[in-house]
């Protein structure tokens, strides 16, 4: 693969999960990677919580959006991850490009109730999993990987930052 690996952090809402991923990869990746995010449904606004656990590691956000995937139409990614949640029955977008895909399944903390230490645990949990996806990631040979084998490696990410 070429670098920088431009990846696209696909989710419904585009405020949170994806938001997260996005400034983690962007951050952890040091060039390597060009993280973007976007919704099949955007929510129009980045959850507060999502930018405070970012802040709260020193990862910066530069004017984030809850962008629609729509904004992406026609670029080129290669690489586009769905992080929405399978599990809890959450619907997620299917990007129909010809572009290398993989998903990394997280639960919304958006939806987390309760008092301010349960939603910031939940953030916390969300920030730890996709920093362990992004950090393996980033482990990896990229420079040298076809695409074949950076998708069994995407899979591979997955079961072991559950």
Known sequence: MQLPLRILFLCTGNSCRSIIA???????????IQ????????????????????ARHDVPMANPTSDSWDAF?????????TVCDN???ESCPVWLGQTLKA????PDPAHVEGDQAVIDRAFELTYQQ???????????PLEEMA???????LDDIQRRCD
């Open 130 to 140: 996709m920093h362990c996806r992004i950090t393996r990631l980033l482990s990896l």
């Open 103 to 106: 998903h990394w399944g997280v």
């Open 22 to 32: 996005e400034g983690l990869a962007n951050h952890l990746g040091e060039g390597r």
């Open 73 to 81: 139409e026609g670029q080129d990614f290669d690489l586009v991850i």
């Open 87 to 89: 599990a809890a029955g």
């Open 147 to 153: 695409a074949a084998q950076l998708a069994h490696e």
């Open 35 to 54: 993280a973007f995010s976007a919704g099949s449904q955007p929510t129009g606004k980045v959850n507060a919580h999502a930018l405070a656990v970012l």
